[in-house]
Nanobody, 124 residues
Framework: QVQLVESGGGLVQAGGSLRLSCAASGRTFSSYTMGWFRQAPGEERELVARIRWTDSHTYYADSVKGRFTISRDNAKNTVYLQMNSLKPEDTAVYYC?????????????????WGQGTQVTVSS
């Protein structure tokens, strides 16, 4: 049974920072790509950042480049999303996900496992 458990969400003022964590368990994730998605009310779920376990290759959505950093700790099977200079438009539920797809998965359908989500609210 694969489990992804997110933590670290909360309420923060604009300009502040939060760090999200995603603890993965249930199998070896050495060949997986891990992604952070977010979904705001009335919006589609979108990929924010992605990292591959194998070579740490990363991807960021244009809206978060230079502000967010994705990283992983292999020993702990944990992926992080450091979010700085937060803006009200970053408010959303953030989901951790894992993909078995080779290459560079981007869409929701390319990810096989999902966490329960953690709320991030940025006040202006």
């Amino acid at each position: 049974q694969v489990q992804l458990v997110e933590s670290g969400g909360g309420l923060v003022q604009a300009g502040g920072s939060l760090r999200l964590s995603c603890a993965a368990s249930g199998r070896t994730f050495s060949s997986y790509t891990m992604g952070w998605f977010r979904q705001a009310p009335g919006e589609e779920r979108e990929l924010v950042a992605r990292i591959r376990w194998t070579d740490s290759h990363t991807y960021y959505a244009d809206s978060v480049k230079g502000r967010f950093t994705i990283s992983r700790d292999n020993a702990k099977n944990t992926v992080y999303l450091q979010m700085n200079s937060l803006k009200p438009e970053d408010t959303a539920v953030y989901y951790c996900s894992a993909s078995r797809k080779l290459g560079f998965p981007i869409t929701v359908s390319e990810y096989d496992y999902w966490g329960q989500g953690t709320q991030v609210t940025v006040s202006s």
